[in-house]
C-alpha cells in the first residue's frame, strides 16, 4: 500500500510541477490553456471515476449488503473477515471522502452535504446518485487548480491540492481493489476489465 501511494504521488508530482513551473516561465502577457496543462491530471482522476462508478452500477442491488465470510472458504482456512465491511459502505465511503480532504481550499458542494449522512444511504439508486455528486464536486475543486494554488499549504495541517487529491485516488485505488473482488465473488466481472478489449490501440513507436 505505502508503494502504491508513493508511485502514485511521483505520477502526480510529475504533472503538478512542471503545471506550476510552465507558468512561473511565461512571460507576463501571454495567456497558456490552463485545460491542456491539467489534461495529464484530468485523465488519471476521470479513469478512477469511470472505474469506480461503472463497477457501482454493474453490481446487483440485492448485492449491495455483501461482504465476504469465512463461510466462502473451505472448513479449516485461516481466512479472517470478522471485520471487512459491505459493498455500500466501501461505495459511501468514497462518496464521503472528498467532501472531508478538499474542505480546507474553500471550495463548496453546489448544495450542502454532511459527509456523516452517506452511512445512513441503503438504496443502490441513492448510493448512484451521491456518488455522481461526490465526483462533480471533486472536479470542481481540481477544476479551481492554478499554478499559484496547487502546492501551497492551507490550514493547520498545511495540506496542498496536490497532496489531497493524492490522498483520495490513494483511497479510491485501496477501496475500488476490494469492490473488484466483492463483484467477482458474486459473477460481476469489472467493466473497466471487461471492455479493455474495446480500447482502441496504442499509437506505433516513433522511430
Not at 452535504?113 to 439508486?125: E, M, N, Q, T, W
Not at 493547520?156 to 463483484?183: C, F, K, W
Amino acid at each position: 500500500m505505502k508503494l502504491r501511494y508513493l508511485r502514485l504521488s511521483a505520477l502526480l508530482l510529475t504533472i503538478a510541477v512542471p503545471y506550476a513551473a510552465s507558468y512561473a516561465q511565461a512571460p507576463a502577457s501571454s495567456t497558456p490553456d490552463s485545460s491542456n496543462n491539467l489534461a495529464a491530471l484530468t485523465q488519471t482522476v476521470t479513469r478512477f471515476e469511470n472505474n469506480i462508478l461503472s463497477l457501482a452500477e454493474a453490481m446487483p442491488a440485492d448485492k449491495y449488503d455483501f461482504a465476504p465470510s469465512n463461510d466462502l472458504f473451505k472448513p479449516g482456512s485461516h481466512a479472517q473477515f470478522d471485520t471487512v465491511h459491505t459493498f455500500s459502505w466501501q461505495v459511501t465511503h468514497l462518496c464521503a471522502l472528498p467532501y472531508r480532504v478538499f474542505a480546507p481550499f474553500g471550495v463548496k458542494p453546489d448544495t450542502d452535504v454532511d459527509p456523516k449522512s452517506f452511512d445512513s444511504l441503503k438504496s443502490k439508486d441513492e448510493i448512484i446518485k451521491a456518488l455522481k455528486a461526490s465526483f462533480d464536486y471533486q472536479n470542481k475543486v481540481i477544476a479551481s487548480f492554478t499554478p499559484e494554488n496547487v502546492m501551497a499549504p492551507v490550514g493547520p495541517r498545511n495540506a496542498t491540492r496536490i497532496a489531497s487529491l493524492v490522498l483520495v485516488l490513494g483511497d479510491d485505488g485501496d477501496h475500488y481493489g476490494q469492490m473488484v473482488e466483492y463483484g467477482r465473488m458474486n459473477g460481476v466481472i469489472p467493466p473497466a476489465t471487461a471492455n479493455q478489449g474495446q480500447r482502441p490501440a496504442a499509437p506505433p513507436a516513433q522511430k
